[in-house]
């Protein structure tokens, strides 16, 4: 069982950044791939980014790359997502999610993540 919390949501105006953390526990999670989802207001929810338990491999949506970065610390039990640019469309609660133990299906899909945090609010105001 893999516990998870996100936090640094918040309101941010257009054009700023946020850097979103999630916190795991259990001793499993340098063998976790993590991912970012969200969901914005009316929509379903998203795959937005992903980082193997190694942290060697990273992707991410169209929406978000080129102006998004994930990262881990397994030291720490935590990842990272940081957002630039942001702007309206961006708004949505933001959702941490874990894979099982050396996971190696696709890591973009929701039905690889059995472990879901309880989602933390980012709004981007205009």
């Known amino acids: 069982q893999v516990q998870l919390v996100e936090s640094g949501g918040g309101l941010v105006q257009a054009g700023g950044s946020v850097r979103l953390s999630c916190a795991a526990s259990?001793?499993?999670?340098?063998?976790?791939?993590m991912g970012w989802f969200r969901q914005p207001p009316g929509k379903e929810r998203e795959f937005i980014a992903s980082?193997?338990?190694?942290?060697?491999?990273?992707r991410y949506s169209d929406s978000v790359k080129g102006r998004s970065t994930i990262s881990r610390d397994n030291r720490k039990y935590t990842v990272y997502l940081q957002m630039n640019s942001l702007q309206p469309e961006d708004t949505a609660v933001y959702y941490c999610?874990?894979?099982?133990?050396?996971?190696?299906?696709?890591?973009?899909?929701?039905?690889?993540?059995?472990?879901w945090g309880q989602g933390t609010q980012v709004t981007v105001s205009s």
């Open positions: 259990g001793r499993t999670f340098s063998s976790l791939t």
């Open positions: 980082i193997s338990w190694s942290g060697g491999t990273t």
């Open positions: 999610a874990s894979t099982t133990p050396y996971y190696r299906g696709s890591a973009n899909s929701a039905i690889g993540y059995p472990y």
